[in-house]
Structure formats: C-alpha cells, structure tokens
C-alpha cells in the first residue's frame, strides 16, 4: 500500500509540474533527492525503486513542451546534452549494482515535424563484450552509454546525429564511443551506420578500449573532426588485452569528407582546434 501511495504522489507531480501548476524548482529538488539515492550504499532493490520514481518523473517531462529550452541545474548524476539544431535532446544516467556493474538508463527526445515530441526511453547493461563495430543496434539490443556530446550532422539530403557517450561499470575496463543515430521513417530508432573508414574497411562506429586507470579523450574540434587518444598498451607483453591500454599522448582523429568519416593518424591537435 505504502508503495502504491509513493506511486501516486509522484506520478500527481510529475503531471502538475508539466502543467505549469507546480514550483518548478521544487520538481528539481525532488529529483535531485532521487537521484543522490543512486549515488549511496544502497540495496539493488532499494535503487531500482528510486530508479522507478526517477522514470516516471522523466517520463513527463520528456513529453513537455519547454523540455528543449529547459535544463536542470546541480543534478550531477544526470546527463543532459542537446544537438545543436535543437531538434535531439539526450538524458543519460547509470545505476551502479552491488556487484559493481552499470545500469543505463537513457531518453533520446526528438522534436518531431508534428510538434509532439517522440520519446525513446532506452535500458542498457554494461557487458564484458565488446561493443561491435560491424552491426547496427536498435531499442532491443542496444548497449547503454552516458551520453555527454551530440552534433547534427548535414551531407546533401542526409542527416544524422553523432553523439559521443561512456560505457562502463566493471573493475577493468572503460569504452567511449561515437555513435551514430537515425530516426526511420516508420518512428524506430537506430544505431549505427557504416561511415567510419579506418583505412581497411567501413566501421558502423567508434568504440575506444582501455583501462580504467587510465583517462582517454574523445571529442569533437568541430563539425568535422572528432579527435582521441591513440591507445597503446602498457607494455608489449600486454598487447591485444585493453584492460592494460592507455593514452600515449598523441592524438588521431576521424575527419570527415563528404559522406565518409576518415581515418588519420597522428593529427597535431593545434591545428585541428585552430
């Protein structure tokens, strides 16, 4: 009963808030509240409730018409990144278990022509697979990532988004990735397109490997260039096994040319940022 009560009372918030009729600031501080539940030594069972009460809250105001303008402050835990034709919204956080794995959680909100906002609520858990660079993914089977980067992306009549996220939760390793995202016309969402030349053959996406000790950059310099760490192994006997992988301080990059994204090696980071 008490569970159902809980239920209730913020499923009432999370409507009045959307609706305007309650402080917006309040709304905020309860989902902070929530949200500093996951970050403490709590039971599974405990943080998956609170996680329940976080989505419900999510849920609303995902479907809000001031979602796209609006942004919460002093929610650490909470990834929120926008794409800069204001028309991809991405709200990413992670639940760490007991046994040290991560949980994703992630809304990928997409202003449709209609006006209505399309909402794609995802789960991931992390997997000691790796994430695969010769396959598209979908709502199903998708991996789960903390997103922290998007950029629209225009070639011609194409488009899509390349977000850049996280991916991790175990005690040895750590994967950043740039992905790719496309809405269909039948309203799926999917990930992956073969874009990526590495100079051999056509990757779908960009994951980086390595450890966790380690602290490995991916970002983007501009529209059309997306640069990273070169990862090595720690020493030669390691090679092959990107537990034991790490920057060496140079940087690669994949720049983009016409519809394809290359490979190159070595960039002088100077010049890509200039």
């Known amino acids: 009963m008490n569970r159902l009560v809980l239920f209730l009372i913020i499923l009432f918030y999370g409507h009045t808030v959307i609706e305007g009729q309650t402080d917006p600031q309040d709304f ?16 599974d069972n405990v943080k998956l409730k609170v ?9 609303d105001y995902s479907l809000s018409d001031t979602v796209f303008i609006h942004r919460f402050e002093n929610i650490r835990n909470l990834g929120q990144v926008i794409s800069g ?3 991809l919204k991405v709200l990413s956080w992670n639940i760490i278990m007991s046994d040290g794995i991560s949980r994703y959680c992630t809304y990928f909100i997409h202003r449709a022509d209609s006006g209505r906002n399309r909402v794609y609520s995802l789960s991931g858990t992390f997997s000691e697979a790796s994430i695969r660079t010769d396959t598209i993914y979908s ?3 998708w991996y789960g990532a903390l997103i922290y980067d998007i950029k629209h992306i225009r070639q011609d009549n194409d488009e899509y988004w390349l977000a ?6 175990n005690s040895s390793i750590t994967r950043k990735v740039a ?3 496309n809405f269909m016309p039948d309203n799926r969402i999917i990930f992956g397109r073969k874009l990526f030349s590495d100079g051999e053959k056509l990757l779908y996406r960009i994951v980086l490997e390595y450890s966790v000790e380690a602290v490995a950059s991916l970002r983007f310099v501009s529209d059309s260039s997306l640069v990273f760490d070169h990862l090595v192994p720690f020493s030669p006997q390691l ?3 990107r537990r034991f992988y790490g920057p060496d301080y140079s940087y690669d990059a994949y720049i983009r040319e016409n519809s394809l994204w290359k490979f190159a090696r070595d960039v002088d980071v100077r010049n890509e940022e200039r």
């Open 28 to 43: 905020s501080a309860r989902l902070k509240s929530l949200f500093s539940r996951l970050a403490v030594r709590e039971p």
């Open 239 to 241: 090679s092959g096994d």
């Open 164 to 169: 850049l996220g996280i991916n991790y939760g």
């Open 139 to 141: 709502e199903k089977d």
């Open 51 to 59: 996680n329940d009460s976080i989505r419900i809250l999510i849920d």
């Open 85 to 87: 034709d204001s028309v």
């Open 179 to 181: 992905e790719v995202i």
